[in-house]
């Protein structure tokens, strides 16, 4: 499986931005996805996801309300649209994904095999 995301950008305080996520190599069906980012000196954190099954989301508290994952299982990809966008919500995001992991492993990184390579969001303020 390879993951391929695209969509970053700069953009103002505010603003918005919709990230995609395209896999290659197998159908996504049966598999969790999700969005991480990584801003500078800082560690990699859970942005949003799908359970394996579609039926589940999976949003971190800081971006509740205000981003929103979705899926297109005909197309094989993942997408994140992010609305008020923040300083603070500058980073580089990454997509993910994995057919054996388990609820209570959705936000950690280090459980899914695959992971793409980042597009780079910027907002100024």
């Known amino acids: 499986v390879q993951l391929q995301a695209s969509g970053g950008g700069l953009v103002q305080a505010g603003g918005s931005l919709r990230l995609s996520c395209a896999a290659s190599?197998?159908?996504?069906?049966?598999?969790?996805m999700a969005w991480f980012r990584q801003a500078p000196g800082k560690e990699r954190e859970f942005v949003a996801g799908?359970?394996?099954?579609?039926?589940?989301?999976y949003y971190a508290d800081s971006v509740k309300n205000r981003f929103t994952i979705s899926r297109d299982n005909a197309e094989n990809t993942l997408y994140l649209q992010m609305n008020s966008l923040k300083p603070e919500d500058t980073a580089v995001y990454y997509c993910?994904?994995?057919?054996?992991?388990?609820?209570?492993?959705?936000?950690?990184?280090?459980?899914?095999?695959?992971r793409g390579q980042g597009t780079q969001v910027t907002v100024s303020s």
């Open positions: 993910t994904a994995d057919n054996r992991i388990i609820t209570s492993q959705y936000r950690n990184w280090i459980q899914y095999d695959y």
């Open positions: 799908f359970s394996r099954n579609g039926g589940s989301t």
């Open positions: 190599g197998r159908t996504m069906r049966g598999y969790a």
